[in-house]
């Protein structure tokens, strides 16, 4: 698969973040003020770590941000905790617990794609709810869960049961997601 060197690419390069995916989650913190100092974050499909980045320097020194991904992140700050891990492991709510309750849950973990635009959806709204189910167990209540998904018949269903714990379930689409992306994000607010 070729690399795409746009814009957000030579940004990242530039300003030293692992991912173009950074500016993604920049947009959404800027408009709806996710990411505090002092908070901790659960950061799900970190790799290579420009999320975890981008949510390190927010939460600053006081705050922590657990890195997960099924390949270990490295070099990132030390208020990053990098672990590899399977969010379908069933000591995966254990192991986190051990961190305290997130003020957040952040998830830009994406399937393997096939090629087959419904299967991939499929399989990325499978990931998307296996956040959810973390969320729904870990965060504080008043929290939030950021998820990427990719758009399909199955994302009306997913986002109602997003609102069986959250108060709000808003659709977004930063505009550093590239326009032929299929993939949307959910951001859940007000932990019940």
């Not at 989650?25 to 505090?36: N, P, S, T, V």
């Not at 998307?128 to 008043?142: H, M, P, T």
């Not at 869960?145 to 714990?165: E, I, T």
């Amino acid at each position: 698969m070729k690399k795409v060197q746009d814009h957000y690419f030579k940004r990242a390069k530039q300003e030293g973040y692992k991912a173009r995916s950074v500016y993604k989650l920049q947009e959404i913190d800027a408009r709806f003020r996710l990411l505090k100092k002092g908070c901790t974050i659960f950061d799900l499909g970190a790799f290579p770590g420009s999320w975890s980045q981008y949510a390190s320097k927010k939460v600053g020194r006081g705050g922590l941000v657990v890195a997960v991904d099924l390949k270990k992140p490295a070099g990132l700050p030390g208020n990053v905790v990098c672990m590899a891990g399977d969010v379908f492991d069933q000591d995966m709510p254990e192991l986190l617990s051990g961190f305290g309750m997130p003020d957040g849950i952040t998830s830009d973990m994406a399937p393997a794609t096939t090629g087959a635009r419904t299967v991939d959806h499929y399989r990325s709204v499978e990931l998307a709810e296996q956040g959810l189910a973390l969320a729904e167990n870990l965060v504080k209540k008043g929290g939030f869960y950021l998820c990427k998904v990719f758009d399909g018949p199955d994302l009306p269903v997913f986002r109602k049961r997003c609102g069986l714990n959250f108060s709000s379930v808003k659709v977004v689409k930063p505009k550093s997601s590239r326009p032929e992306s299929v993939e949307l994000f959910l951001l859940c607010l007000k932990r019940k």
